[in-house]
C-alpha cells in the first residue's frame, strides 16, 4: 500500500489567498483525520471523518477552515482567506475502525503564509 | 480540561536506557499511545496500551498505571537513529481521535 498521500507537500502562498490541501487515507481506512503542528502549539486536531462524515470539527480555528470528504478515498482541507498565522505543517492521518489509537500518518503539508 | 504533560527534552548516550513520562488528565480514558517522529518526517504508531502493565515491541517499551494516569516509553539499547521526537497521546473513547501531548525530544549522543 502507498501510505496516506498528500498534496502539495509545499505551498507558499500570500496573505488572503485560499489554499486547499488535499488527502488520500490508505484504502480500507474508516476513520481520517487532519493536524495542524506548529512549534508553539504542537500536534492539534483540527476534524476527524468516519466513514466520509465528519464527526467532531471543533478543533478547527475559524469560519476560514473547512474540510469536506466526498468519498472513502478523497478529502481537503481548505483555508479562505488564509492568514500568515496559518503556517505551520497540516498532516493528514487514518485509521482501521476500532483502531484509532494507530493512525497511519501522511508526509505532510507544509504551508507558509507571507 | 484536558492535559497530557510529559518532558519537553531528554538527552542520553548510545546505548544507554530512557524513560519518558507522560501522565494525563482528560474527561475519559480508554488507552495510551505512543509515536515517534523525525525531524522534517510524520508521526508514526510505535505502541498502544488499554490496561495496565508493560507492553514490550524489541527495544521499546510502554507502560501503563490507569489508577496513576501516568505512562512511559521506555527505550532500551538507544541508537543515534533514536534521536526523534516522542509523543504521548490518549485516545479518550472508542472510535474517537486522539488528543496528543507537546512531544519530548530526544537526543542521543555517541
Known amino acids: 500500500d502507498a501510505g496516506v498521500i498528500q498534496s502539495p507537500r509545499h505551498e507558499v502562498t500570500e496573505m488572503g489567498q485560499e489554499v486547499t490541501l488535499r488527502c488520500k487515507p490508505i484504502s480500507g481506512h474508516d476513520y481520517l483525520f487532519w493536524y495542524r503542528q506548529t512549534m508553539m502549539r504542537g500536534l492539534e486536531l483540527l476534524i476527524y471523518f468516519n466513514n466520509n462524515v465528519p464527526i467532531d470539527d471543533s478543533g478547527m480555528p475559524e469560519d476560514r477552515f473547512s474540510a469536506k470528504m466526498p468519498n472513502a478515498s478523497f478529502s481537503t482541507l481548505k483555508i479562505q482567506p488564509s492568514e500568515p498565522r496559518d503556517s505551520a505543517v497540516y498532516f493528514c492521518?487514518?485509521?482501521?475502525?476500532?483502531?484509532?489509537?494507530?493512525?497511519?500518518f501522511g508526509p505532510g503539508t507544509r504551508l507558509t503564509v507571507t | 480540561g484536558q492535559s497530557l504533560e510529559q518532558p519537553s527534552e531528554v538527552t542520553a548516550v548510545e546505548g544507554a536506557i530512557v524513560q519518558i513520562n507522560c501522565t494525563y488528565q482528560?474527561?475519559?480514558?480508554?488507552?495510551l499511545s505512543w509515536y515517534q517522529q523525525h525531524d522534517g518526517g510524520a508521526p508514526t504508531f510505535l505502541s498502544y496500551?488499554?490496561?495496565?502493565g508493560l507492553e514490550e515491541t524489541g527495544r521499546f517499551s510502554s507502560f501503563l498505571s490507569r489508577s496513576d494516569s501516568y505512562g512511559y516509553l521506555l527505550l532500551q539499547e538507544l541508537q543515534m537513529k533514536d534521536s526523534a521526537s516522542y509523543f504521548c497521546?490518549?485516545?479518550?473513547?472508542?472510535?474517537?481521535?486522539?488528543?496528543f501531548g507537546k512531544g519530548t525530544t530526544l537526543s542521543v549522543s555517541s
Open positions: 482528560t474527561s475519559g480514558f480508554y488507552g
Open positions: 497521546a490518549v485516545r479518550e473513547q472508542a472510535g474517537t481521535a486522539l488528543i
Open positions: 496500551n488499554a490496561l495496565d
Open positions: 492521518a487514518s485509521s482501521l475502525a476500532g483502531r484509532s489509537y494507530e493512525q497511519y
